[in-house]
């Protein structure tokens, strides 16, 4: 699966009680954009309740708040569906570790599992936009003028400027002469030191003039 397209992923995003899944935090929002080919073709968000209430921290922090998740369902009617959305994709995620933990977790609470590997959009951002103040989303998001609808720390807002950064800096490969990248380059990309990174891109360059 990692040599499929970069361009045909899931890109995810949680929002969460806190920073960690074995301190008991949960998933409070799940959102998704499904890209194929480089186009949108499926979208996934959902509210989920986590069986306790959030912190009042939390709720400022992403507008979430405690009446909006006690009729939300639970996580892990949520999580199943998801893991069917995800079925058979390679998975992006801003932060990847963070969100990783997250989706291991809510599904290991069902005995389910997922195929794809995952990568993250901002250790790679961090190799090809090196002249970005910082590598944040929202600071990405302006510094590359990515059309957004100024919300953030919103499940699936946040997965939607995401996948617009990650498809931005596909294209911007592909003007470098860097075509039909495949995930698992992408992957690559992400683990390189920036000193070595413009050797590995002149490799790819050869590879496809030859």
Known sequence: MPSTPANTVVVLDFETTGLSPNMGDRAIEIG????????????????????????????????????MLRSAPDCED???RFAEFIAGFNLVAHNASFDKRFLDAEL??????????????????????QDSPTHKLGDLVRFKHIAHD???????????????????????????????LTFAQMQTI???SKQALPSFLNKQRSKISL
Not at 113 to 120: H, I, W
Request: aromatic fraction near 8%.
């Open 32 to 67: 998704a954009v499904k890209l194929v080919d480089g186009k949108v073709v499926d979208t996934f968000q959902e509210l989920m309740n986590p069986g306790f209430r959030v912190s009042s921290f939390i709720e400022g922090y992403t507008g979430i708040t405690n009446n």
């Open 78 to 80: 949520v999580m199943i």
């Open 108 to 129: 290991e609470r069902l005995s389910a599992g997922y195929s794809g590997q995952f990568t993250c959009s901002m250790l790679i951002a961090r190799r090809l936009i």
């Open 150 to 180: 100024g919300v953030f720390h919103r499940a699936l807002a946040d997965a939607e400027m995401t996948a617009r950064l990650w498809l931005l800096m596909l294209h911007e490969l592909e003007q470098q002469g860097i075509t039909n």
């Open 190 to 192: 992400s683990k390189t």
